[in-house]
């Protein structure tokens, strides 16, 4: 395979070999296991940690806040910690990929294309993990409609995806300006407490209403609500101005996989 | 040969790195470009070994991983022929939390070794490394020299069109560098183009017939190994 390196682009002239695509398909399998190694490591529990987490963090912030207000909507928070944590997880790993785009390949650069690949596949894996727990919860214990499920799992996986993109699509200014990555943090924290995670819109009013609007979360999170028959204020909504937001929020993605590969080459001379 | 016959062809190459600089009167950065090659040319023909001679800083690290892929030129074109593996420290990506034996058969698969092929694969790597049970042991828990073997070993059994090696045969003990040396020309004689960055003169002369000379990221001298050390050791005395 020729190789043609310049300052715009590495490129490879013809088309891959069928050998060259079976070994491309080894090294998405390699980083997938690689990935979810380091997220196991030595844990006995390994994966499992990802099925749990959501669950003990709804069941927490269930208790508290049944403490503190005396009663509020446990299949609404459920379904608002878990799409919450698929959120922040891709939305992190998007922005934090670029650190190392090597795909653990030392000796020899890999095709974006592989490492994309490998990426959207873990994104996958851990949006269904971080999903899962949360789903048996509700089906068992809260008797959530079977096409509510079916929709949480579309809707968890549409927002792993769309935020994994964005990330990207934002990775390259993180890594010149890493304060970006604490100021993400907070915006990360603010909208966990105001945002429609722990309660419904319905919840809200005024303002926080209004500002909750602006927020793409809230008409994933309100559409995974309504198709569970909870709470939600989805058909209520203008239309225009939340297809507005998630096209803008879908375009952010596409331009941060699509670009992707130009970051990596960019970022390459970085010292 | 010229450039059609050419394993490696390098024209008018230039890179500079980008330093992130913060100081009292620039409390929100600049970023600084320092030029590290600079308008390099050359053909490197299949088959050549060719050895990468220059002082510290010279830029011969960063023109092979610019040769590889790794980083991106400022100005210029390469153009390489076949699949370039670089051997740049002693770690081709293995994990610390496999055995040195797993780490070979999941990266070996990864690096292209057939499923077929791969114990014996294994096999070859564990008898040049020599590591006895350590071989099964966890990659975390090695010593840099027995870190060294596992990556030359593993990398010297691919047998790639392109081999860069940057200073890699200074790991492990004396027996195992002879060991390398002996590897390292049957690879040679078995395969496509290497370059090895060195300060190993006699290495250089051993194992290469070429030699390149780089001073501050300039081409200084391109010829037989023999005249590029005679220049190079007069530029060091």
Redesign the interface.
């Given at each position: 395979?020729?190789?043609?390196?310049?300052?715009s682009s590495?490129y490879e002239e013809g088309k891959l070999s069928l050998?060259e695509i079976s070994?491309d398909r080894?090294?998405v399998?390699?980083i997938l296991?690689?990935r979810l190694?380091n997220i196991s490591?030595?844990k006995r529990l390994g994966i499992l940690w990802m099925i749990m987490d959501p669950v003990v963090t709804s069941m927490i912030y269930l208790f508290v806040l049944t403490i503190l207000k005396g009663r509020t909507d446990p299949e609404s928070l459920f379904i608002g910690i878990s799409t919450y944590q698929v959120l922040q997880n891709s939305l992190k790993s998007g922005c934090m990929s670029i650190t190392d785009l090597?795909g653990?390949?030392?000796?020899?650069?890999i095709r974006t294309k592989t490492i994309l690949l490998a990426s959207l596949r873990y994104r996958f894996v851990d949006t269904l993990a971080t999903t899962c727990g949360v789903l048996g919860v509700l089906f068992l214990v809260y008797n959530i409609p079977l096409l509510g499920i079916i929709f949480l799992i579309i809707i968890s996986q549409i927002i792993g995806f769309i935020f994994e993109g964005i990330g990207l699509s934002f990775s390259l200014t993180m890594r010149?300006f890493p304060d970006l990555f604490n100021i993400l943090n907070l915006f990360l924290r603010l909208m966990f407490f105001a945002g429609p995670v722990m309660y419904p819109m319905v919840a809200t009013e005024g303002l926080h209403y209004q500002i909750n609007l602006y927020n793409p979360f809230t008409y994933f999170v309100e559409f995974a609500r309504y198709m569970a028959e909870l709470d939600s204020i989805i058909t209520a909504i203008d239309i225009e101005m939340a297809s507005l937001i998630v096209i803008i929020c879908a375009i952010t993605s596409i331009f941060g996989y699509y670009r992707v590969d130009r970051f990596r080459?960019?970022m390459?001379?970085?010292? | 040969m010229g450039i059609d016959g050419a394993s490696v062809s390098i024209q008018d190459l230039s890179l500079e790195y980008h330093d992130f600089i913060r100081t009292k009167n620039t409390p929100w950065g600049v970023i600084t470009p320092f030029k590290s090659l600079n308008s390099l040319s050359l053909i490197i023909n299949e088959g050549e070994t060719v050895a990468l001679l220059g002082r510290n800083g010279a830029g011969k690290s960063t023109l092979l991983k610019c040769i590889g892929g790794l980083i991106r030129p400022a100005k210029g074109k390469i153009i390489t022929n076949g699949r370039v593996i670089l051997l740049a420290g002693v770690d081709p990506g293995f994990l610390p939390n496999l055995t040195g034996r797993q780490n070979i058969l999941e990266l070996g698969m990864a690096y292209g070794i057939k499923p077929k092929l791969l114990i014996e694969f294994s096999n070859t790597i564990e008898e040049f490394a020599n590591l006895g049970e350590a071989y099964d042991r966890r990659f975390g828990g090695y010593s840099t020299g027995m870190r060294g073997k596992l990556g030359f070993g593993f990398i010297t059994a691919l047998e790639p069109s392109i081999l860069l090696i940057d200073e890699t045969l200074g790991v492990g003990d004396v027996e195992f560098r002879k060991k390398a040396q002996i590897r390292l020309k049957k690879f040679i004689k078995n395969s496509g183009t290497v370059i090895i960055s060195t300060h190993s003169l006699g290495l250089a002369k051993e194992l290469c017939s070429r030699g390149i000379l780089l001073d501050k990221g300039k081409l200084v001298i391109d010829g037989d190994i023999n005249d590029v050390i005679d220049k190079y050791s007069s530029m060091t005395s």
């Open positions: 395979m020729k190789r043609i390196i310049d300052n590495l050998d070994i080894e090294r399998k390699f296991k690689k190694r490591g030595k090597t653990g390949f030392k000796a020899e650069r010149r080459w960019r390459t001379t970085w010292a | -």
